[in-house]
């Protein structure tokens, strides 16, 4: 640890006195705060500074908060920072090995397999299902409003973007949304992002400590979770027949994956060598099961949170929902009430929402790196192979120097007249570089109708008792508002009936 504590007084980079084994991030790991607010009050102490060094628990991490060098980090230099964390072991158990947790030749490959899924044409002729889910969705509020006109937003929000994942990735029908009880997805869901102390503790323990931790027998994740999936494949994989569908989904391209023994992609290292190696990687259950899982975990909740987050925003802020609600009035009438893939290009100024939601709340306060081969910034400072690296979102996207006035809801900013205000490298909600989300896309798709849906009909305002600032999770990594939820109260706006969906019943 003391060997450890001393590697950036050797480096000569300007570094915070750390504590015995939590070194600088005691609170994150002891899961007292969030953890975008621990990195925040870090750098407020070296607000000129282009980077300072720290420790994340007992391993040094270079946090970097100059736009310039955290384009070298993500984007320039991305052959020798390829890494997010842990990188050695992602391996060691099934969830483990996806696409996020993956990293060098092993990334590279299923990266480059995976991407054409995610294309603007997949995602154009993927939209009659998230119209469905669309449906379904309004079905559910009627069904909860007439109940009670106060509802919790982020769960239902979740329930939503899950049958819409469901549907597009997997082919099924999830009826997440339906009003039986005990349904499996929810479960799972609920199995894969458990918010609790025990959780947040093995998230973190294999974060900063890998090797101990697998060493000692842990799992972040219970094998429940890949029996479910590896079941739930099987099952759609029969029912095709074992045969690639029309559909060309995510089913499709695992089944395709399967019928091969290799899948082969360029090596990582060409960045560096600029030759043009292709490199093998085998394909076996666990790889494809893991994929799977991935997107269900990633397809719902960053989604359905940046959908409460942004109703939460709304609630607040009146004046914005009228404008946004306006110009849904606006879109639905000139589609004759046809819920089409156009929303996510003619809709500037809910779309300015949801990125200022992003902006307030990133789903990742933190983007995390690790150092995969000896690295030289452009600076001169020489980091060693595994040495980490944290780009601080949440503060990048606080810090009044690029946007003015943080604390204030303002889409505005985000409109095409103020864009180019914004400094590039300043705003990353879905990350940057070759490891950009993969599922933006996606994401923006499912956002954008799920608000549609709520708006049009729907005016909203915070339920009584809910407070006006959220405190954020501090036992997950993701942005997550701690226990209470986000509960909003509804009333029918006026006008709602002539701006029922138009219901085109395609065939799943
Ligand atoms: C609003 C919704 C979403 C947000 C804000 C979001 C944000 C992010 C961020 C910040 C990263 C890390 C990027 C980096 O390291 O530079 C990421 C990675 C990823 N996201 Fe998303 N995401 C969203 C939705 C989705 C969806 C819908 C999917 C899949 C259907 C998805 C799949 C992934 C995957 C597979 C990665 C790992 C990419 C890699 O490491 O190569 N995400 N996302």
């Given at each position: 640890m003391s060997k450890k504590f001393g590697y950036w007084k050797l480096k000569s980079v300007p570094y915070v006195e750390p504590l015995p084994l939590l070194g600088n991030y005691g609170r994150y790991i002891l899961q007292q705060e969030y953890p975008g607010h621990v990195i925040q009050k870090l750098c407020q102490k070296f607000i000129d500074q282009p980077y300072f060094g720290a420790f994340y628990g007992t391993e040094p991490v270079l946090v970097v908060q100059s736009p310039d060098i955290i384009k070298h980090v993500l984007t320039k230099d991305f052959y020798y920072v390829n890494g997010r964390e842990s990188s050695d072991y992602s391996e060691s158990e099934v969830v483990t090995q996806t696409l996020f947790f993956s990293a060098g030749d092993r990334w590279k490959i299923v990266r480059q397999n995976l991407t054409p899924l995610f294309s603007s044409a997949k995602m154009k002729n993927m939209f009659h299902l998230i119209d469905k889910c669309s449906a379904v969705f309004e079905d559910l509020l009627d069904h909860e409003v007439s109940m009670s006109d106060v509802i919790e937003i982020r769960h239902i929000s979740a329930r939503y973007t899950m049958d819409c994942i469901c549907s597009a990735a997997f082919g099924v029908e999830s009826n997440t949304m339906s009003t039986v009880e005990n349904n499996p997805f929810n479960f799972m869901a609920t199995e894969i992002f458990e918010a609790s102390n025990y959780r947040g503790f093995k998230i973190i323990f294999r974060a900063v400590w890998p090797a101990i931790f697998y060493r000692l027998g842990f799992q972040v994740f219970p094998s429940t979770i890949d029996e479910f999936f590896s079941k739930l494949l099987k099952g759609v994989f029969q029912s095709r027949g074992y045969k690639p569908s029309p559909r060309n989904d995510f089913v499709d391209l695992v089944l395709n994956l399967k019928n091969e023994d290799y899948i082969t992609g360029d090596s990582i290292s060409n960045a560096k060598t600029g030759a043009e190696n292709k490199v093998q990687l085998k394909v076996d259950d666990d790889l494809l099961v893991a994929q799977c899982v991935q997107f269900f975990a990633a397809g719902f909740e960053t989604s359905a949170s940046t959908m409460g987050f942004t109703l939460f925003e709304l609630a607040k802020n009146q004046d914005v929902q009228k404008k946004a609600a306006e110009e849904i009035d606006e879109f639905l009438r000139r589609h004759g009430n046809k819920l089409k893939y156009d929303c996510v290009h003619e809709l500037p100024y809910l779309d300015a929402c949801m990125h200022e939601t992003l902006r307030k709340y990133p789903v990742l306060g933190n983007l995390t790196r690790e150092v995969m081969d000896d690295y030289v910034l452009p600076t001169g400072l020489r980091l060693d192979k595994g040495v980490r690296i944290h780009v601080p979102v949440y503060h990048m996207h606080h810090n009044p120097d690029y946007f003015p006035e943080p604390d204030k809801y303002k889409p505005e900013r985000f409109l095409d007249e103020n864009k180019d205000d914004i400094k590039q490298y300043t705003f990353f909600p879905f990350g940057s570089?070759?490891?950009?989300?993969?599922?933006m896309r996606f994401a923006k798709m499912q956002v954008m109708s799920g608000l549609i849906t709520f708006l049009k009909k729907y005016r909203f305002e915070l339920a009584d008792g809910m407070p006006e600032t959220l405190i954020l999770d501090s036992r997950t990594f993701l942005s997550q508002p701690r226990d209470h939820g986000i509960m909003l109260k509804l009333t029918k706006r006026e006008g709602w009936e002539g701006r029922n969906f138009v219901r085109e019943q395609k065939k799943v």
């Open positions: 570089g070759p490891r950009l989300c993969i599922g």
